[in-house]
């Protein structure tokens, strides 16, 4: 079963922009925080942003200014991430993720985002 569904990734140039989004299903309860993590071949899943239900948010030091996550809270969880200035580095397979009350923790099946001239 397919918990959440991501979209949004591809290939963009540098300094472009990109908006990833990610649904959740309806059978997860009680989420309490989504986020976005990404990863490159040979090292380990990097915390992008994360957001809890009530709005608070946190993001990785590389992409202060330039990235925004933001959720819907309506019957269908929704998650955003708006990547700005995007950079080569930048480049990775980009997952969601999503923590319920009871901290069982599901994720995506990542969508590839590639900054490259």
């Known amino acids: 079963q397919v918990y959440l569904v991501e979209s949004g990734g591809g290939l963009v140039q540098p300094g472009g922009s990109l908006r990833l989004s990610c649904a959740a299903s309806?059978?997860?309860?009680?989420?309490?925080?989504m986020g976005w993590y990404r990863q490159v071949p040979g090292k380990e899943r990097e915390l992008v942003a994360v957001?809890?239900?009530?709005?608070?948010?946190?993001y990785a030091d590389s992409v202060k200014g330039r990235f925004t996550i933001s959720r819907d809270n309506n019957a269908k969880n929704t998650v955003y991430l708006q990547m700005n200035s995007l950079k080569p580095e930048d480049t990775a397979v980009y997952y969601c993720?999503?923590?319920?009350?009871?901290?069982?923790?599901?994720w995506g099946q990542g969508t590839q985002v590639t900054v490259s001239s």
């Open positions: 993720n999503a923590e319920t009350t009871l901290r069982k923790i599901y």
């Open positions: 309806r059978s997860i309860f009680s989420i309490n925080t």
């Open positions: 957001i809890t239900r009530g709005g608070t948010t946190n």
